[in-house]
């Protein structure tokens, strides 16, 4: 196979280009993001100060203090997937990772599948991140409320907050899906500017409420605040907050064909953005529960960890980093747009999805696929529009979003771990080298064990997130398909994925086959010495 050197444009080094063709694509996104960017778009996604502001008061209204520990467990469980996810992003450094993960492991048809779950959770969680500014806003200045007045109740769960949630968010929309349009350099810029805003809030806001702490650390063993009834079931509900928070770390991936040395560098912005997250996610949980004013009186769940925060530090210090939380919240929305557009534009690019033409074309002025980013911020708004007088949006949107992730995340584990079973002597992934000529990142002997504990937690969580409690999926308490929203929507996202797929493969008149399948076969290792200047022959 010979494959033509791209124009210089594009960014990308003579062993990036000669790197990406062995993998079988010409290199025509732009290689405009860096070590730090990588992780930034990781840590974006992922957003702390975004979904721990946004569902604080939802996790706690079910557990209590003790919610607390759900956030262990779950990052527990994530770092596992995330280990697994690192050493094929040091294989597979493609745009839309999960979908061609997946499809190496398993096959396109199943892959196609992972991919168009995975699509369609991101869609909905772009929509659902930029609703968090509904959480955020109207704390700082009243004015943020654009639906009734500044008098109008702003809690998203009211009817003026959720459709206050609907038009803030529109507008968060139309400026990502514009930055995604200028070109990666501007979103790797913006992103890792409000992750390092992001941090230094998470670190100012820890230290000032450990200071203002009211009780020991022996609160997060009580159940103070949790809602009446049995405990377990209502624990497994809490850990909703940090089930939503701890996926996206994935997204560095995403940019692979964006980044420079992806091999070097991916597999170790994905696990240290799920690190660092972790460790802040915790720390800020547990100042929250110390420091708040009352565990009793309901004031947690109804203004959740920005309640505190005023309360704490006063109106004016508390608006001051409240200001940090929206510039997160917009750099999540912004991340999460990113990367479900890679990831629409990689299942384009095989021409597996309707308009393929167009949906898989490289601007070659700003080297992005400003299609499918106009797609992803247009579905995302289309979610927002038809949830205007739901006020139920904030629970179902996000426990649905974080299903479908879940289940797109198995469909790239569970096809691995039967890889590691089957070829045993290399741990079920090719070895090679990467753009430094050090070993690609494995687990080595340890790879199957990972493996099968972090598809048995994925199984368990799938179920958590889906089961159709009412607390979650229908705040009206009366409304059957709201409850069974969830695994509703799965299925018809499942049929309407079947129907295209279908008409995909009467199109090719057969399976349809990535370029890799069609040359080797196998793991490329990556070269240290650069691609010459016009050809590569593969």
């Known amino acids: 196979m010979t494959v033509s050197t791209p ?214 063993n009580t159940t103070a605040g949790a809602a009446p009834g049995s405990y377990l079931p209502l624990w497994l509900a809490s850990s909703l907050m940090a089930a939503y928070v701890m996926v996206g770390f994935d997204s560095a991936g995403e940019l692979s064909e964006e980044t420079h040395a992806p091999r070097r560098t991916t597999p170790r912005t994905i696990i240290r953005a799920l690190l660092v997250s972790g460790l802040g996610g915790l720390l800020l949980i547990l100042a929250g529960l110390l420091a708040a004013p009352s565990l009793t009186d309901g004031s947690l769940v109804t203004g959740g960890l920005a309640g505190v925060l005023t309360a704490r530090l006063g109106e004016v210090g508390g608006r001051i980093l409240l200001v940090a939380v929206a510039i997160a919240v917009f750099a999540c929305t912004l991340a999460v747009q990113t990367a479900g557009s890679r990831m629409m534009f990689s299942m384009a690019r095989e021409r597996t999805l309707p ?92 790879g199957i064990v990972v493996n099968a504990v972090a598809i048995a937690y994925q199984v368990v969580m799938v179920i958590n997130l889906a089961w159709p409690r009412k607390a979650i999926y229908d705040l009206t308490g009366n409304t059957w398909w709201l409850q069974w929203s969830a695994l509703l929507f799965i299925g018809l996202t499942l049929v309407v994925g079947a129907a295209i797929h279908w008409r995909t493969r009467i199109r090719h008149g057969g399976a349809i086959r990535l370029p890799e399948m069609r040359t080797t076969g196998a793991a490329p290792v990556a070269s240290a010495t650069p691609a010459a200047p016009a050809q590569v022959t593969a």
């Open 355 to 446: 308009f393929s033409s167009v949906l898989g074309r490289v601007s070659p002025r700003t080297g992005t696929p400003i299609a499918t980013s106009v797609v992803v911020g247009v579905g995302a708004a289309i979610t927002l529009a038809v949830n205007w007088n739901q006020g139920a949006v904030f629970t179902a949107l996000a426990s649905l979003c974080i299903a479908m992730l879940y289940l797109a995340y198995l469909g790239v584990t569970g096809p691995l771990l039967l890889a590691r079973i089957r070829e045993r002597a290399t741990g079920g992934l090719e070895p090679g080298v990467d753009e430094d000529g050090k070993p690609l990142f494995s687990l080595g002997r340890f």
């Open 7 to 220: 124009p210089s444009h594009t960014g990308a080094t003579g062993t990036e280009h000669h790197d990406l063709s062995l993998l079988g694509y010409t290199q025509e996104l732009r290689r405009g993001v860096g070590h730090f960017a990588s992780f930034a778009a990781g840590f974006s996604f992922v957003s702390i100060l975004t979904t721990v502001f946004q569902l604080f008061g939802l996790g706690f209204s079910f557990g209590g203090a003790a919610f607390f520990w759900t956030w262990p467990a779950v990052f527990a469980g994530q770092l596992l997937v995330a280990l697994c996810f690192a050493e094929l992003a040091a294989r597979y450094p493609i745009s839309g990772s999960i979908f061609q993960w997946s499809s190496r492991l398993a096959g396109t048809d199943f892959g196609w599948f992972t991919g168009w779950v995975m699509v369609i959770g991101q869609i909905l969680t772009v929509a659902t991140a930029a609703i968090a500014m509904q959480a955020v806003l109207p704390a700082i200045w009243s004015g943020f409320q654009l639906v009734g007045g500044s008098g109008a109740d702003p809690a998203p769960t009211s009817t003026t907050g959720a459709q206050n949630a609907v038009v803030l968010g529109l507008i968060v929309l139309v400026l990502t899906t514009l930055i995604n349009v200028v070109g990666v350099r501007l979103m790797a810029v913006i992103t890792s500017a409000a992750v390092m805003i992001e941090i230094l809030a998470v670190v100012a806001l820890v230290i000032a409420l450990f200071f203002h702490s009211e009780r020991g650390l022996n609160t997060v």
